[in-house]
Structures are given as C-alpha cells and as structure tokens.
T-cell receptor
Framework: IAGITQAPTSQILAAGRRMTLRCTQDMRHNAMYWYRQDLGLGLRLIHYSNTAGTTGKGEVPDGYSVSRANTDDFPLTLASAVPSQTSVYFC?????????????FGEGSRLTVL | GQNIDQPTEMTATEGAIVQINCTYQTSGFNGLFWYQQHAGEAPTFLSYNVLDGLEEKGRFSSFLSRSKGYSYLLLKELQMKDSASYLCAVVDSNYQLIWGAGTKLIIKP
C-alpha cells in the first residue's frame, strides 16, 4: 500500500539519549515535513524539505535535525532528548511545495522522554 | 501574531447536521484546509478552499469567506464514525501552513 511509513510507532527513552525517528514515503513526493502534535495545540512544523538535498527550519526546530539524502527518506534526529520533546511526531509529504497541496501523513511516532 | 480559532469540542446526534467553525487572522491568505483526525490516527485530507463559497463533497461541505476570515465545515447525516477531531489550517502569504488546535466532535446515538 502506497504511503508514508514511520518507525518506531512508540518509544520511551531516557533524557539525554539520542533518538532517530524514521520516515519513508513511496509516492515520489518532492516535499516532506516533520510535525509534532501536543494536546491543546495545533500541529507545529519542526523541519521540512522541499526536495532531496535541501532542508529548512520550521516553527519549532530547536533540539531537532533532519537530512534528505534521497527522495524517499526523511529521518528526524533528537541529539539529546529532553522531557519537553515528549509528543506525537507526524511525518508528512506533498506532491509539490508551497503548502497548497494535500498533505499525506504517516501514522505517527509517540515519543516519551523521561 | 497569526491565529486560528476553532471550538475545542462539540457534541451532536447521529443523523443530525453539525457545523464546525474556523476563524483566522493571518498575514495573507493562500487557501484553507480541513483535515479529519480519528483518535490515535493520522490526519486525513477533507477539503481545500481558496475562493469564497461553498464546496460540497458528499456528506461534507466546506465554506469560505475571505473578507470575514471565516470558514466552516458542515457535516450532514452524521454517523458514529464521524466522531473525530477536525483540524482547520490556513496557508499564509509566505505559504506557511498555520494550524488550529482542532475541534473534537462527539457523536451520540
């Protein structure tokens, strides 16, 4: 089934540990995004990539890094996790750039930092 | 600052009609999205409005008034499976997507 695959679906880790959330899409979409979703708040953009080889910072980039070595993969890394990074993380993609097209979301990665 | 306002929670009865409102104050406007998100799942696309007026898609319709900074999502013939959160998002003048916190819709039999 075409779409976006995220891994892991759920993870508990200790503060200070490094963690990479994986995201792979098979729709050949140019643009990819990482969002976090917290109760009572709208989705907040962490980082994005308009095309392979380029990345950009979103609304809440601090403490996170991304890479886009190819079209399909867009991993999100927490270099040294802190409790405030406890959240549900969604990877998304869209065919074009500019946020005027439909976003396709992965199923999410629930991260708990203790 | 930029702001999207939606009611936090609404309750409706199976078979009825419900209207979920969204008001926005953003730096410019390049379109408005509605997404549906069931608990514990990913958001899925419902509609996109860029021009004023009503767009109908089956049981769901979305309305936009750019002059009023206002949109609504209308759900007809409510079914239990419509219990979900409904997210409003606006594309601003820089083509950034600004998200509302979502409206949790509870359907009662």
């Amino acid at each position: 089934i075409a779409g976006i695959t995220q891994a892991p679906t759920s993870q508990i880790l200790a503060a200070g540990r490094r963690m990479t959330l994986r995201c792979t899409q098979d729709m050949r979409h140019n643009a990819m995004y990482w969002y976090r979703q917290d109760l009572g708040l709208g989705l907040r953009l962490i980082h994005y990539s308009n095309t392979a080889g380029t990345t950009g910072k979103g609304e809440v980039p601090d403490g996170y890094s991304v890479s886009r070595a190819n079209t399909d993969d867009f991993p999100l890394t927490l270099a040294s996790a802190v409790p405030s990074q406890t959240s549900v993380y969604f990877c998304a993609s869209s065919e074009g750039r500019g946020n005027t097209g439909e976003l396709f979301f992965g199923e999410g990665s629930r991260l708990t930092v203790l | 600052g930029q702001n999207i306002d939606q009611p936090t929670e609404m309750t409706a009865t199976e078979g009825a009609i419900v209207q979920i409102n969204c008001t926005y104050q953003t730096s410019g406007f390049n379109g408005l999205f509605w997404y549906q998100q069931h608990a514990g799942e990913a958001p899925t696309f419902l509609s996109y409005n860029v021009l004023d007026g009503l767009e109908e898609k089956g049981r769901f319709s979305s309305f936009l008034s750019r002059s009023k900074g206002y949109s609504y999502l209308l759900l007809k013939e409510l079914q239990m499976k419509d219990s979900a959160s409904y997210l409003c998002a606006v594309v601003d003048s820089n083509y950034q997507l600004i998200w509302g916190a979502g409206t949790k819709l509870i359907i009662k039999p």
